[in-house]
């Protein structure tokens, strides 16, 4: 769930700022680059339980 919230707020932050700054780059040049960002960390993070060195 954390990770969710995360992500929506990666989006969401990302989004405004793309906005007030007036769309510098086409939407789906942004929309590209965002989820490309997201899917890239999440790739790193493990799919069950926690960090094994930690003894989570």
Do not use: N, Y
């Not at 490309?36 to 003894?55: E, I, Q, T």
Request: include cysteine; charge should be positive.
């Amino acid at each position: 769930m954390l990770l969710a919230v995360g992500v929506c707020g990666l989006c969401q932050i990302t989004a405004r700022f793309w906005l007030a700054q007036g769309g510098s780059i086409p939407a789906d040049e942004a929309v590209r680059l965002v989820s490309s960002l997201s899917w890239r960390g999440l790739k790193g993070f493990p799919m069950h339980g926690g960090d094994p060195a930690a003894g989570h």
